[in-house]
């Protein structure tokens, strides 16, 4: 895991970086951001990524209904420097998480599916609340969201048995945006109500 100083940093992974990896991470940012300003930083980049272009217009319509925005955005290629860099890497599907292995091996262990590690945080809560299981954890931001990733990695292939995929919307209509975007949605809320109950004064 990265042991860099500043903000808790999250890379966020799709394929071509047009579609789910922008709007997650610009959902993702922007929750974080509005309840601990400045402790995270929130990325995207794709496995194949289309370079230079900006997201889809599918993604962005859906950002735009939400407040998102997605101004200045372009596909970026993952590259082991970004990778090595990032304190956690949250992907669409196993095949985003296994290109993420071949291309920095190194980040197996802080890798999840996005609704992988969203389902993790809430099943695990419900077995035994992150306010007890961090209360002896003592540090800022990284070291909680370090601590609890450890947990995370410890537990995952006991509750494994779900497929926990975003599927891609790319070319399949508004409704495809729709689904993606709610189902982002929902796992994204689950991750920053856990860091408004891990830092409940900011």
């Known amino acids: 895991m990265s042991t860099r100083s500043g903000p808790f ?23 974080l951001d509005a309840i601990a300003p400045g402790a995270f930083e929130v990325l995207s980049s794709g496995t194949l990524a289309l370079a230079g272009r900006p997201p889809d217009p ?14 200045g955005m372009r596909a970026t290629q993952i590259t082991p420097a970004r990778l090595s860099g990032a ?16 291309e920095f091996p190194g980040a197996a262990r802080r890798t999840f599916l ?8 809430q099943v695990l809560d419900a077995e035994n609340s992150w306010t007890r299981r961090l209360h002896a954890v003592e540090g800022d931001v990284r070291a909680r969201w370090r601590r609890v990733i450890e947990i995370a990695i410890k537990e ?13 919307p790319f070319r399949q209509g508004d409704e495809a945006f ?6 982002a949605d929902a796992a994204v809320a689950a991750i920053v109500e856990l860091q408004g109950r891990l830092f409940p004064e900011g």
């Open 114 to 121: 996005l609704k992988e590690f969203a389902r993790l945080l």
């Open 9 to 31: 940093r999250v890379e966020v992974v799709c394929t071509a970086n047009i579609c789910r990896s922008p709007y997650v991470a610009a959902s993702l940012g922007a929750g």
């Open 87 to 102: 304190d956690l890497i949250l992907v669409m599907d196993k095949d985003h998480r296994q290109s993420v292995i071949d």
């Open 178 to 183: 729709e689904v993606m975007a709610t189902e």
């Open 58 to 71: 599918g993604t962005s319509r859906v950002a735009r209904e939400r407040g998102l925005v997605l101004s």
């Open 156 to 168: 995952r292939e006991r509750l494994s048995a779900y497929s926990d995929v975003l599927e891609d």
